[in-house]
C-alpha cells in the first residue's frame, strides 16, 4: 500500500472501519497529553458499505486548547487537497463536541461537510460540550457508539480528562523516588540522587506531560528544587529548550525564598499556594485548568494527598539501595494495623537501568466512581 496524504507518514491509502477507529485513536496519542483539552484522532473514509478497505480521505489530530479540533483539522486537510467528504465515513477516538468555545462545535462543521456517519469510541462527558453524538443523529446522520469499555486504549489517552471533566478536580499522580527500603533520603538528609540517571530521564518525560507540578514548602526549603521538564538529551546544565514547562506549584504558608532556584531559574510559571488544605489547593488548581497534577513531595505532603483520598496513581521509581534509616516516602498515615493498609493495583512494571518503576492505581469503589480513591481493607 502506498501513503496516502493525510497528514501522517504512518497512514495507509486504504483502512477498514474497524481499522480506522483504531488508527484515530493511534494517531490522537501525537496529540499533547498536557493542556485542558482532551488528545483526540480523526480518520475520514470514503463512501461505502460493510467492512471492506475504504480509502482515506482525510486524518486530523487535536494539537492542544484554541487549535481546530480533530474532526475540524481533517475537514480542514480535505478541503485544502480539493476532496469532497460529501457521504464519507467519520471516525473519532471521542464523541465529537457540541460546544462554541475556542473553536465551533465539530457536530455542525460535520454536518456542514455533509458526511452521512460518524463513529465514536468514548462518550463526551463533559457538561458543556456533550451532545454532539444526538445532534448529529437527530440531523440524520448515522451515529455509532461509544464503541469501547472503559479500560480501552481511547480511554486511556483521556483518563485525566475524563476524570477531571467528571470531577472537577485535577487528576493526581504521585510520584516517588526511593530505596527498597522506602526511604527518599539519607539520615543526614541528603537525597541526589538515589535513582539512577535512566530514571530520572524518564521523570523528566512524565512531567513535561502534566499541567503542574507540586511540592511542599518543605521540600523547597531542603532541597532546592527547579521543578523543570528537561531534554533526554539535556546537558549538566538541565536544558529545557523546546520541552513542554507545567506550572510550578508549591503548597504551604511558609515564603518561597528569593534565591530559590523555583524563582531564579526559568521554567513554568510559579504558582503558591498558602493553603495546608488538599482540597482547596486542588480547586485552586481546577480554576487554571489543570488537569493533570503530579504530586512530587515530600513525605508530608505525599500523606496528605494520601490521606485525603485524592491520590488517582502513583508512579513508584524504586533504586536497587538500602539505607536502613533516613526520611519515609510517606509520613505517617494514622494507620496501625496490617489491615488498614492503603492497597492499589499495580498496571505495570518497567526496568529503567538498574532501577524499577512500578504504577499503581488505587482500588475504587465498586458503585461510585467519584468515592474516595484509596480504601482500607478491613
Known amino acids: 500500500m502506498h501513503d496516502a496524504p493525510t497528514g501522517t507518514d504512518r497512514t495507509p491509502e486504504y483502512l477498514t472501519p474497524a481499522e480506522a477507529l ?14 485542558p483539552n482532551p488528545r483526540v484522532g480523526c480518520v475520514v473514509l470514503a463512501p461505502g458499505e460493510g467492512s471492506d478497505p475504504r480509502r482515506v480521505l482525510a486524518t486530523g489530530i487535536h494539537r492542544g486548547a484554541g487549535t481546530p479540533h480533530a474532526e ?24 465529537p463536541c457540541d460546544h462554541q468555545g475556542r473553536t465551533g462545535p465539530c457536530s455542525e462543521a460535520l454536518l456542514a461537510a455533509g458526511v452521512a456517519e460518524v463513529t465514536f469510541a468514548v462518550p463526551d462527558p463533559s457538561t458543556v460540550a456533550a451532545g454532539g453524538a444526538a445532534h448529529l443523529a437527530a440531523a440524520g446522520v448515522t451515529v ?24 472537577g478536580r485535577p487528576f493526581v499522580t504521585l510520584k516517588m523516588a526511593t530505596t527498597l527500603d522506602g ?45 523543570t521538564a528537561r531534554a533526554a538529551d539535556a546537558r549538566p546544565d538541565g536544558s529545557t529548550r523546546g520541552v513542554h514547562q507545567p506550572l510550578r506549584v508549591v503548597l504551604g504558608r ?54 485525603a483520598g485524592l491520590v488517582d496513581e502513583v508512579h513508584a521509581y524504586v533504586a536497587p539501595v538500602l539505607l536502613g534509616a533516613g526520611r519515609p516516602a510517606v509520613a505517617d498515615l494514622g494507620l496501625t494495623s496490617i489491615s488498614q493498609a492503603l492497597r492499589l493495583e499495580p498496571t505495570s512494571v518497567e526496568v529503567l537501568g538498574p532501577d524499577v518503576l512500578v504504577v499503581s492505581r488505587p482500588r475504587r469503589a ?11 481493607e478491613h
Do not use: M
Open 22 to 35: 483504531a488508527h484515530a485513536i493511534e494517531i490522537a496519542a501525537d496529540g499533547p497529553a498536557y493542556g
Open 72 to 95: 475540524a483539522a481533517a475537514l480542514t486537510q480535505a478541503a485544502d487537497a480539493g476532496v469532497d467528504v460529501t457521504g464519507a465515513s467519520v471516525f473519532v477516538s471521542l464523541e
Open 183 to 227: 526511604r527518599v533520603a539519607a539520615a543526614d538528609g541528603t537525597s541526589r540522587w538515589v535513582t539512577s540517571e535512566t530514571a530520572r530521564h524518564h521523570a523528566h518525560e512524565r512531567r513535561a506531560e502534566v499541567d503542574a507540578i507540586l511540592v511542599g514548602t518543605g521540600t523547597v526549603l531542603a532541597d532546592d528544587p527547579a521543578l
Open 254 to 307: 511558609t515564603e518561597i525564598p528569593r534565591e530559590a532556584r523555583l524563582r531564579t531559574t526559568p521554567g513554568g510559571r510559579l504558582v503558591h499556594l498558602r493553603t495546608h488544605d488538599v482540597h482547596e489547593a486542588l480547586a485552586e488548581l481546577a480554576a487554571l485548568e489543570v488537569r493533570h497534577v503530579l504530586v512530587e513531595g515530600g513525605p508530608r505532603v505525599a500523606a496528605q494527598f494520601l490521606r
Open 366 to 376: 465498586s458503585s461510585d466512581a467519584h468515592a474516595t480513591p484509596l480504601t482500607k
Open 144 to 167: 455509532v457508539g461509544p464503541t469501547e469499555v472503559d479500560d480501552g486504549p481511547a480511554h486511556e489517552l483521556v483518563r485525566a480528562w475524563l476524570h477531571s471533566v467528571t470531577t
